[in-house]
Each structure stands twice: as structure tokens, then as C-alpha cells.
């Protein structure tokens, strides 16, 4: 339920902090954070609470070292890569290492994620919580 719990709070959170940026673009009339408000939204908010209401329905593919693995490199590679994306946009190239460092995160977070969801829907009792 860790797994689950905290992806689902993070989920929401990212939605207001998203959201927030939306509503500072739109009310300062500048734009040049837009990639970082849609990913806050898209990787922190969508894809948060999918992963997390995901862990609630196959409540047995949250155990393990596997789903706390996904959960430490998506958080880790979200929380750096938003700040770095920002600098970026904002013409600070010193922390695109750390912006590629963060991406290959996410994409080991996603592969990880791939594996947990064909492990628990291959199972016979995947509708269970066995
Ligand atoms: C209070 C809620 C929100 C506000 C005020 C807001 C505001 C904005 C603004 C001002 C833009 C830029 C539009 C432009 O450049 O013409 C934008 C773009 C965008 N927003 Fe939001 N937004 C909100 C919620 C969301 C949510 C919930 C999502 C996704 C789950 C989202 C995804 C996007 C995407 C994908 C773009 C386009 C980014 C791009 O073109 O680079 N937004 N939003």
C-alpha cells in the first residue's frame, strides 16, 4: 500500500503545482514554461495517480523490491528533471546532465513498470488480491 498511497498523494500534488503554473502563465502572459507545466501535469499528475490506482487494483504487484524501485526512480527522475527542464527553457545549459541523467530515470522507472504490469496481468488470479 506504500507504493500506492504515496504515489496517489504525489499524483495530486503535482496537479496543484501544475495547475498553479498554468494559471502564472496565463495571468503574467508568458509561455516559456509550458513544456514543465505539461509535464508536471502529464508525468507528476496523470501518470502518478495511473501508477497508483494501478498498485490499488493489483494490490499484490505493489510488494517487493521491483514496485519500490519504480516508485524511487519515478519520483527522483520527476523531481529532478522539472527543475532542469525549467533552467533549460530558461537558457541554463549547465544542467543538461542532470536533465539526461533524470530522463534515463524515467524511462528505467517505465521499464521496471512494464515488467510489474505484465507480471500481474499474467498471473491467473490477476483480478484478485492474491
Ligand atoms: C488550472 C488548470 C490549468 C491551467 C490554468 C492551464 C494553463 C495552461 C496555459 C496558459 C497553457 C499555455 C497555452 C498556450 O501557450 O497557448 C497550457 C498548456 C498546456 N497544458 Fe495546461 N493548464 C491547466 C491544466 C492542465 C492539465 C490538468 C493538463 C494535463 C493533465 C495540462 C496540460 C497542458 C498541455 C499538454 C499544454 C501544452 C504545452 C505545450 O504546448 O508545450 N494543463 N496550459
Redesign the pocket.
Known sequence: MFVSNNFLRLGVLS?LV??????W??ANED?VL??V??HI??LG??SMMLFGLFYRAFPAAGRGWLPMAHFILSVLGFLILMPSLALMLLQKPFVLPLMIASEIMLVGSMLLFVIIVFMATMKKDYATTA
Open positions: 496537479a501544475g495547475m498553479s503554473l498554468g494559471v502563465m496565463g509561455f509550458r513544456p507545466h505539461a501535469n502529464l499528475f496523470a
